[in-house]
């Protein structure tokens, strides 16, 4: 019966913490509420004739914004200066008009959409790729370009991926990005995952991905 007082005292302490985190989370979750509906608007004035209805995507117009490993992966960085600059010789125009408090409250939208934890930080600072350009390039031929053109020049070369050997992407890509994305692929688009178990059209091995990368690298210039 002594320990009773005690135990009712720490009650009310924990109780007492309870309530005030929950009205913090409550305001800081109010502000959020507000980008992401503020984001919400701005994307269905902008971007959804091309990127659609929950930015799912469709094939051969413009890539899904709210896939899984895409969320997972990239840096809100890399999400906003795509949006800013657009990326040049494709479609995805620059919507600077929108301004950096614009372009952060779609990407609060997208990520209102996201189901596996942000890994993006991570990934983003994964070593720069160390290959063989010219492996990476016979690799590249054989099982990327039908999908993303013999120069990584996308839509406009008739396959469903994007241009991922112009400088829109690759300036703003880093290697773990990109390395990530063929380890793991984007699911429920074409862009299977070339590596492991579940490894679509090829199984790749580390060194294989990195000679790629660094081949892609290379496109640039172009
Ligand atoms: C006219 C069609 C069109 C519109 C409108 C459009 N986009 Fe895009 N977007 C594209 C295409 C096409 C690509 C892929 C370009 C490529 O081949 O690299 C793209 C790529 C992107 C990417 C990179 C995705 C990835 O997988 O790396 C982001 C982010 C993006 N768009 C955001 C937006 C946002 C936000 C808006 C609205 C403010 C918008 N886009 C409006 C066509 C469009
Ligand atoms: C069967 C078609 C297909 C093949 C083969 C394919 N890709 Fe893709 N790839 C895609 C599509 C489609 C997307 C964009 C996903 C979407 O539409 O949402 C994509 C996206 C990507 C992206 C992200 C680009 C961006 O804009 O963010 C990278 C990087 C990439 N692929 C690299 C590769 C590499 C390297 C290979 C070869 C090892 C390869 N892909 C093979 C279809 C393919």
Same mark, same amino acid.
């Given at each position: ?13 924990? =109780? *007492? @913490?309870?309530? =005030?985190?929950?009205? !913090? ?19 269905? %004035?902008?971007? @959804?004739?091309? /990127? ?5 995507? &469709? ?21 906003? %200066? ?16 929108l301004g950096t408090s614009g372009?952060?409250? @779609?990407?609060? $939208? =997208? ?6 934890? +942000?890994?993006?930080? %991570?990934? +983003? ?9 010219? !492996?990476?390039?016979?690799? $590249? %031929?054989? @099982?990327?370009?039908?999908c993303h053109g013999m120069a ?39 862009? /299977?995952? !070339? ?8 199984? *790749? +091995? ?8 660094? $081949? =892609?690298?290379? *496109? &640039?210039? /172009?």
């Amino acid at each position: 019966m002594q320990a009773l007082p005690i135990f009712q005292r720490t009650n009310r302490l924990t =109780l *007492l @913490i309870v309530l =005030l985190g929950a009205s !913090f989370s409550a305001s800081v979750s109010a502000a959020g509420d507000a980008a992401v509906k503020m984001g919400k608007q701005l994307y269905e %004035e902008n971007c @959804i004739f091309c /990127h659609q209805e929950n930015g799912v995507g &469709q094939v051969g117009i413009a890539p899904s914004l709210t896939n899984k490993e895409l969320l997972s992966t990239a840096t809100d960085k890399f999400l906003i %200066e795509t949006i800013r600059d657009g990326r040049m010789g494709t479609s995805m125009a620059s919507f600077n008009m929108l301004g950096t408090s614009g372009a952060q409250a @779609i990407v609060a $939208y =997208l990520r209102s959409f996201e189901k596996l934890p +942000n890994r993006a930080a %991570e990934v +983003n600072m994964e070593p720069d790729a160390f290959g063989d350009p010219r !492996f990476g390039k016979q690799w $590249y %031929e054989q @099982i990327c370009s039908t999908c993303h053109g013999m120069a990584g020049e996308g839509y406009e070369a008739g396959g469903s991926g994007t241009a991922i050997g112009k400088s829109g992407f690759l300036s703003k890509a880093s290697d773990g990005f990109i390395r990530e994305t063929i380890k793991i692929g984007r699911s429920n688009t074409p862009m /299977h995952g !070339f590596q492991g178990p579940t490894a679509g059209l090829a199984d *790749l +091995n580390d060194r294989e991905i990195d000679d790629i990368i660094v $081949y =892609l690298r290379s *496109l &640039q210039t /172009h």
